[in-house]
Every structure is written in C-alpha cells, then in structure tokens.
C-alpha cells in the first residue's frame, strides 16, 4: 500500500475527549472515527488490526474443535419471552419494532438464538458434542460508553456456545475453550491471566475472565506475580487431557473484586509477589449448564431413550476491545508499538525523497520483495518533510521501519529501525531484506 493513496486521517493534536491512551491513540492513528457515542466505524488501518485479531481467534478456534456460523445481530423478541430475559435484560438491550409491529431487537449476545438452533437441529446424544462460534456485532446500551471501543455500545464479539450430553463432557468443553482462550491471546503478544469470576446460582469453579494487567482496566484485580512467567508455547492436542494445563494455570492466586478474598490473598501468595492492580476483561467464559435448555426445550434423546436437557456453556472474547487493550499494553510516548501478529502492516518503508529515481527503484524493489514473501508494507512514498514522516511511522506503531535515502543509497545502504526497542542499524538492502523478512 501506498501512503499517498492510503485513507489514513492521522490527527496532529491529542483529541480532547480521549481519556485514555488507547482512546487517544487509536484517533490520532486514524483508525477509528465515532458515528455517535460508544458506536464506531472503522478506517483502513483499524480495521486491518481488527481483521487480523479476527482471524487469530478464528484460527484458535477451530484448531480447538470449534465451528464457524454466522447468527443475525436482529432477533425476535419471543425467544427472549422463552427464556424470561426479555424483561431480565433491562434498558442495555435496543427494542425495535418492524413494520408489522412484532418485536425485535439487536442482539446483546446469542444464548436463545443458539439454543433456538440447536433444539430444531440435533436430536440424539450422539450428535454430541458440539461447539458452535461466531464473530458478529453486539449491541448493548450501555449506560456509560467510555474509552473508545474499550467499551463501546456496538462492538464485536466473538462468542460460542458449547452442548453436552452430561457435566463431565461439558466440563472437557469448557477445558478446551480455557487453552484456547490461552494461546489465542499469547499469539497477541498479551499476557492475559485466567480469574474466578462469579457463576452466579450455579457455582462451581467453572467462569474464569481473561484480564490483561494495565491502570487504564475497568476492574480492580489481585493474583500472584508468577503469572506473568507462565506461557502455553508448544503445540496442544485438544484430544489429550488438558487438566494439567488447567491445574498450572489455576495454581496460583488471581481473582476480581468481585471474587477478591484478602485473607485467602495474604495467605496463599507472599507479600512481595502479590499485585493488586487494574484489568480488562478481554474474554470470559462460563459454563451455565441447562439455564437455557431446559426452559427452551432444547433435549436430546440419551442412551436409554429418555430426554435430556443438554449441559452448556458460552465463551466470549472482545474482538474489538482486544485492539484498545493491545495498545494499553503496548505503546511509549511515539505512539503505537504493535506486536507482529496483530500489526497492520509488518513494514513501513520510509522514502525520503520521493520523486528522485534511486529511492523510487530502490523503495519499490523492497516493496515487492518484502510482499512476495507474504508480508504487508506500507510504503511513505509523500512529499512530507523527513521529521513528519519519521513521526507518522512511529505514531501508527508498525513493527519494522526501513529508510531508504540519497545519502545512504550511495553506498547501498538502507537504515533499519525496530519500532519496539528503538534500535536503528545501516545495512545493505539485502541484509536489511534478510533480517526483516526471516524476523
Ligand atoms: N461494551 C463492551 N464494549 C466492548 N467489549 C465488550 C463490551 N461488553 C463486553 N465486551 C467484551 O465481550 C466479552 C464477553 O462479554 P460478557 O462477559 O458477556 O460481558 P460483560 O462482562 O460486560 O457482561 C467481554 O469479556 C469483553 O471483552
Ligand atoms: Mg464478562
């Protein structure tokens, strides 16, 4: 992609209603623009980000055995009478009326669409279990939308919704979906720590939220250091036992205000390993068993002929507050310092004389051989001053800056910026190709 062409609205000054440094950043990098408050449309370079955090939770996904569907944002209000959320959910859910008066509304979430679906759809135990994932637009009317598509009224959500026959297969569900939920946000860069969340009448020990550590987070947190050496590297067979995985994972003290036990803290996590900070929730997952089952119908037949109200559970991840949390964790005073797998584009050449023909060549020789090899460039090729160019690049937070100049040029060289540690070192072009394309 071209600068010159690319629609990138990049802002000057820090925008006044931004409370946040996400907020602020994403506006000033011309990715997002509000429609209205807490509503968003996304720009090219922010919907590439959102695209590719899209496709990492995609790609997790099925890898844990999840399908892909797609249900509609509008549903009809009676499947919400089934299940006695209709009134329950309040003024966060939007009421629409269609033209022949019936009631409709834009989807807060998919528990009765999902049940609705499946209790037309599967009949016998053996058709279990399933596990069934879309990505579509939520809309909630949040009473306070704040902090850019951190928590906006409309945003997207990746959410699923898993059936079992019996609790012992709902439980290896909600274990699949844990590692999953892990190595989704490990290949963000992000270090998300699973902890207790409420279950509300159901109890257990199965609802965990997913929450990044940054003062910016909406929830109060506590857990133990050690998290933030643990890692999911390796490849994970989702047939095997995952219950050591899971046991790692849950060893070590962390939970929200709302499950917060101080004594239990002080107790289990030593004095200088304990953290009580802030978080964002970026995903949550819970299992529900036949909450929506048994009021909607949705049974099966068991293996001794009679019917049973299948076991759930549902997982959600916030796609597009994911791309306000990465921020949170990941920029300096320049701007954006986007982690590889989520950048929007992996290199930015910088031409500092657009218009003289060896920078041009040159320029456009890295360009396509940088995309011959599958990487996305965005090349600066405006008639901006140096200093305004060089400052873009940082601002916008692309993983890898190439410069090509007169000066350099006539020796061969190119200069290699890292965005993230700030190191710039001159290379021949080729080197300078080798070292990006192999990173
Ligand atoms: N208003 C919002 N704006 C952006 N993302 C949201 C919003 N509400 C929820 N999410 C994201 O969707 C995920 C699943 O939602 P859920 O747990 O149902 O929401 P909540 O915790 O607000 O009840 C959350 O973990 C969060 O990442
Ligand atoms: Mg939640």
Known sequence: MRMSQFFLPVLKENP????????????????????????YSWLPLGWRVLQKIEQIVREEQDAAGAQEILMPTMQPAELWRESGRYDDYGQEMLRIKDRHDR??????????????IFRHSVRSYRQLPQNLYHIQWKFR??????????????????????????????????????????????????????????????????????????????????????????SVAGDVDYDSDLSSIIEHWTSRYAATDEKHDAERFEAKVPADRRISTRGIEVGHIFYFGT????????????????DIAVEMGSYGIGVSRLVGAIIEASHDDDGIVWPDAVAPFNVGIVNLKAGDAACDEAAGHIYRTLSDHGLDVLV???????????ATMDLIGLPWQLVVGPRGLKSGQVELKNRRSGERVELSIDDALSRVSTA
């Open 16 to 39: 006044s209603e931004a409370q946040i440094v996400s907020h602020r950043l994403m506006l000033r990098a011309g990715m997002v623009r509000q429609a209205s408050a807490g509503i």
């Open 103 to 116: 009631d409709m509304l834009f989807g807060p979430t998919n528990e009765e669409l999902i049940t609705d």
């Open 141 to 230: 009317d949040e009473v306070r939308p704040r902090f850019g598509v951190m928590r906006g009224r409309e945003f997207l959500m990746k959410d699923n919704y898993s059936f079992d026959i019996d609790y012992d297969g709902a439980r290896r569900s909600y274990q699949k979906m844990f590692v999953a939920y892990l190595r989704t946000f490990e290949r963000m860069g992000l270090k998300a720590i699973p902890m207790e969340a409420d279950t509300g009448p159901i109890g257990g020990d199965m609802s965990h939220e997913f929450i990044i550590l940054a003062d910016t987070g909406e929830s109060e947190v506590h857990c133990h250091a050690d998290f933030l050496d643990f």
């Open 291 to 306: 909450k929506y089952s048994a009021p909607l119908g949705a049974t099966v037949t068991g293996p001794d002929g009679q």
């Open 380 to 390: 600066d090729d405006t008639e901006e001053r140096a200093g305004s160019k060089f």
